[in-house]
C-alpha cells in the first residue's frame, strides 16, 4: 500500500485474502505523518500491533525537476470523416 486509508476496514480488505488472492504473504504499507496517524485504529481493530520502520531522510534521492520533451513529430490534422479504406 502507498497510503494508509481513512477507514481500518479498508485496511484490512487492502491486505486480507482480497490483496492477497487467497495466499499467505507480507504486507508492506507506506505512510506520511498524516496517514501513520491511522495506524492506532487499524491495530486495535485487528487486535496486535503493526511493526513501523523509519527511513533515513539522506536515503532519498533529490530528483531533477522534469523537463518537457521537444515534439519530434509536427502533429497532424484531424481526419474526421475521411475513411483510410478502399471503397
Do not use: W
Not at 486509508?5 to 504499507?29: F, K, L, M, N, Q
Not at 531533477?64 to 515534439?71: D, E, I, M, S
Amino acid at each position: 500500500n502507498y497510503d494508509l486509508p481513512d477507514d481500518r476496514e479498508d485496511y484490512v480488505h487492502r491486505i486480507g485474502r482480497t490483496g492477497r488472492a487467497g495466499e499467505s504473504g507480507v504486507s508492506i504499507s507506506f505512510a506520511c505523518e498524516e496517514y501513520a496517524m491511522n495506524l492506532p485504529a487499524i491495530e486495535e481493530y485487528i487486535g496486535h500491533s503493526i511493526p513501523v520502520s523509519q527511513y533515513e531522510t539522506e536515503a532519498l534521492l533529490e530528483l531533477p525537476k522534469p523537463y518537457r520533451l521537444k515534439r519530434a513529430v509536427p502533429p497532424q490534422g484531424h481526419t474526421r470523416h475521411r475513411s483510410y479504406h478502399t471503397k
